[in-house]
């Protein structure tokens, strides 16, 4: 019922930026909150930033200071503004949508295809 469509990934030396660009489509009633998820290869999936529809954010510590969320919610967009990158923060990025469908029903989690993001030295 949901879709999010990433964009905005890449291959870019360190110290260079990148934005990623995330839009929610579908049936959404509201979202609740969105965000970004990383996975380097043989490493665990974390969370890189997320941001509530009322504008609260929450960073990893590797990011703090580096990357910074937006978003637009009459979009239904979420923005990860990368700036600094480091070959560290190479990994496929997946975007992340807290979402009700529709008045009294649970939330979900959508996940976006994810993107890649590459950062060389």
């Known amino acids: 019922q949901v879709q999010l469509v990433e964009s905005g990934g890449g291959l870019v030396q360190a110290g260079g930026s990148l934005r990623l660009s995330c839009a929610a489509s579908g049936s959404i009633f509201s979202i609740n909150a969105m965000g970004w998820y990383r996975q380097a290869p043989g490493k665990q999936r974390e969370l890189v930033a997320a941001?509530?529809?009322?504008?609260?954010?929450n960073y990893a510590d590797s990011v703090k200071g580096r990357f910074t969320i937006s978003r637009d919610n009459a979009k239904n967009t979420v923005y990860l503004q990368m700036n600094s990158l480091k070959p560290e923060d190479t990994a496929v990025y997946y975007c992340?949508?807290?979402?009700?469908?529709?008045?009294?029903?649970?939330?979900?989690?959508?996940w976006g295809q994810g993107t890649q993001v590459t950062v060389s030295s």
């Open positions: 992340i949508a807290v979402v009700r469908t529709g008045w009294g029903k649970e939330s979900d989690d959508y």
């Open positions: 941001i509530t529809s009322g504008g609260s954010t």
